[in-house]
């Protein structure tokens, strides 16, 4: 029954931390990821990671991003689809070099430093999509441009890693003809189910004599399209962003929204917000501090500058540049599997794995609070041109 006071401790704690934060002038979900840190081993050693905690957190993450696909603007997807690109685009190249010329610069070998390159580019927007929704921001024309190249990354980021591993010579054989037409099932496989056959089934479904039908219905499509996603080797987060989007084109759109919500943000997700922060350990961190600074610096500010600039670069003025470089920065839980296959691969030394997985912490915790910082500067600018 450990899980269960596992559970008591999360809800309590993100609960208390959320609204510290809130009082303090900052995103709730600041104080949520604390709490992890608060509550894993890094400080009171409460709670450590399991199957439980693990499963959990999948499936908050899942629900996230599902909810924000439910909620995204479609039109306005469309628009910025170029913008999309360009940002996430920019915030691979400059990342990914980041990434090279730190692990360079301390002496890593060539193989361990573009597999660093390549944990650098990475990008989940899964905390970020949270501060939009507390902001009222996750439709605006910034809000979808984030969304919509967290997915391009997605894809661009798993081919380039997929890609290296096999010319890397760690045993993988990886045909890139394959890769890419996976993909291509993914996208063409979720278009067609999303705009032709979930319409056309969920009506009678509805109608079936049983307690919340529409409810279980749009779960089935969110795990579902999720496990496609994982299967065509792209993030189950893109799936159920997908899934989100396909529902959010339905008449049921409203009663979906309204009633997963409270069963997402009651238990699932304060269990994805705790789980960050119990992945960070300070052991053997000691003789690494001058990396680790290094590391996270340029993790940053690479992000920051190249996603920006590709906002920039696409018609944006730089208040809504700067926040949509900021909404990219968090690497969050696509860079620790990341880093973690590269353990496994060999890519990545052991004795750095720490570092690196404290590394993406810090960029998810940092995220949060620019995030408002440029929104807010962003919505004060508008409303001064607007009365001007």
């Given at each position: 029954?450990q899980?269960?006071l596992?559970?008591?401790?999360i809800l ?8 510290l934060?809130?009082r303090i ?20 050693g409460?709670?450590?990671?399991d ?22 603007d ?7 689809w170029?913008s999309?690109i360009?940002v996430?685009?920019?915030?691979i190249i400059?990342?990914f ?8 610069a ?14 650098f580019?990475?990008?989940?927007v899964?905390?970020?999509?949270q ?5 009222d921001r996750l439709s605006?024309?910034?809000?979808t ?10 894809v661009l980021?798993?081919?380039?890693l ?16 394959v890769?890419?037409g996976?993909?291509?099932?993914f996208?063409?496989?979720?278009i ?21 039908p529409?409810?279980?219905m749009?779960?089935?499509?969110c795990?579902?399209f ?13 799936g ?5 989007i396909?529902?959010s084109q ?10 997963i ?6 238990i699932f997700?304060?269990v ?13 961190v ?15 500010l690479t992000?920051f ?5 590709g906002?920039?670069l696409?018609g944006?003025?730089?208040?809504s540049?700067?926040a949509?470089?900021?909404g990219?920065?968090s690497?969050?839980e ?13 890519l ?33 600018g ?7």
């Amino acid at each position: 029954m450990q899980f269960v006071l596992y559970i008591a401790l999360i809800l309590l704690f993100t609960k208390i931390t959320g609204d510290l934060s809130v009082r303090i002038g900052q995103p709730a979900v600041l104080g949520k990821l604390i709490a992890g840190i608060v509550l894993g081993p890094a400080v009171l050693g409460w709670i450590h990671t399991d199957e439980f905690i693990h499963f959990f957190s999948e499936i908050g993450v899942l629900l996230l991003m599902f909810i924000a696909g439910l909620e995204t603007d479609l039109d306005q997807l469309r628009k910025n689809w170029r913008s999309a690109i360009a940002v996430a685009v920019g915030g691979i190249i400059l990342p990914f070099f980041g990434g090279y010329a730190v692990a360079e610069a301390f002496g890593f070998a060539q193989n361990y430093a573009l597999f660093m390159g390549v944990v650098f580019s990475a990008t989940s927007v899964s905390i970020s999509v949270q501060v939009l929704k507390e902001m009222d921001r996750l439709s605006s024309r910034e809000g979808t441009t984030i969304l919509g190249a967290a997915v391009v990354d997605d894809v661009l980021v798993v081919i380039l890693l997929a890609v290296m591993m096999s010319f890397l010579g760690t045993g993988t054989d990886v045909s890139l003809g394959v890769l890419i037409g996976k993909k291509f099932i993914f996208f063409a496989g979720v278009i067609f189910i999303g705009w032709l056959v979930i319409p056309r089934i969920l009506k009678p479904l509805s109608k079936l004599q049983v307690t919340e039908p529409v409810v279980s219905m749009a779960l089935v499509v969110c795990f579902a399209f999720s496990y496609f996603a994982e299967l065509m080797g792209i993030a189950g987060i893109i799936g159920a962003f997908a899934a989100g989007i396909a529902l959010s084109q339905t008449e049921f759109k409203h009663t979906v929204e309204t009633k997963i919500e409270p069963i997402a943000y009651s238990i699932f997700v304060p269990v994805f917000f705790v789980s960050i922060g119990l992945n960070v350990t300070f052991k053997g961190v000691g003789t690494q501090m001058g990396f680790l600074a290094a590391l996270t610096i340029a993790a940053i500010l690479t992000k920051f500058i190249g996603a920006g600039l590709g906002a920039r670069l696409t018609g944006f003025n730089t208040s809504s540049s700067l926040a949509i470089g900021s909404g990219m920065i968090s690497r969050g839980e696509v860079a620790l599997i990341m880093a973690s296959t590269g353990l496994q691969a060999g890519l990545l030394l052991p004795e750095y794995f720490t570092s690196v997985v404290i590394m993406v912490i810090i960029t998810t915790l940092v995220a949060p609070p620019l995030l408002k910082i440029f929104f807010s500067k962003n919505t004060n600018g508008m409303l001064e041109t607007k009365k001007g």
